[in-house]
């Protein structure tokens, strides 16, 4: 199974019930990729600004709280690694998206001047926590 920010944006008990989920349905030997937003420090303060920023219910957790919330659900988290977020970095959405679809994309946020608005309140929020928030890409299989 492959998971793409679904639990970031989930609360504790959500996060818990989606992974149970998971671990239940997963074959002997399966596999769970997930990417998440990560945070280093601060979490209370980054969910309240991202909340604000994304008005999406934004819980992204610490390396050490991502695993656990796991190992509760009944997932043994097998590798994982973490770096610097790259999200709404011009580069990076051309790098992932591809030329055309990342044109689309930009000319949507010159085009609206309410989804530039909201992008630009999303990307100070994440300049302002750069140190704080990363990624996370976890494997995990059942225990």
Same mark, same amino acid.
């Given at each position: 199974? =492959?998971?793409?920010?679904?639990?970031?944006?989930?609360?504790?008990?959500? #996060?818990?019930?989606?992974?149970?989920?998971?671990?239940?349905?997963?074959?002997?030997?399966?596999?769970? *990729?997930?990417? $998440?937003?990560?945070?280093?420090?601060? $979490?209370?303060?980054?969910?309240?600004? =991202?909340?604000?920023?994304?008005?999406?219910?934004?819980?992204?957790?610490?390396? &050490?709280?991502?695993?656990? &919330?796991? @190992? &509760?659900?009944?997932? @043994?988290?097998?590798?994982? @690694? &973490?770096?610097?977020?790259?999200? *709404?970095?011009?580069?990076?959405?051309?790098?992932?998206?591809?030329?055309?679809?990342?044109?689309?994309?930009?000319?949507?946020?010159?085009?609206?001047?309410?989804?530039?608005?909201? =992008?630009?309140?999303?990307?100070?929020?994440? #300049?302002?926590?750069?140190? /704080?928030?990363?990624? *996370?890409?976890?494997?995990? /299989? @059942?225990?």
């Amino acid at each position: 199974m =492959l998971a793409e920010a679904i639990l970031t944006i989930q609360s504790a008990s959500g #996060k818990a019930k989606i992974l149970q989920g998971i671990c239940d349905r997963l074959k002997p030997r399966g596999k769970f *990729l997930s990417h $998440e937003l990560r945070v280093n420090d601060r $979490e209370d303060e980054i969910h309240r600004a =991202l909340a604000a920023a994304i008005r999406v219910n934004s819980t992204p957790l610490s390396e &050490t709280n991502w695993i656990a &919330t796991c @190992q &509760t659900a009944g997932l @043994q988290v097998l590798n994982h @690694q &973490t770096g610097v977020m790259g999200l *709404l970095n011009p580069a990076r959405v051309i790098q992932d998206e591809g030329l055309i679809d990342a044109s689309k994309f930009f000319w949507n946020v010159l085009t609206r001047p309410q989804l530039r608005d909201r =992008l630009l309140t999303m990307r100070q929020v994440f #300049k302002q926590y750069e140190h /704080e928030l990363g990624y *996370l890409i976890l494997c995990a /299989e @059942q225990n």
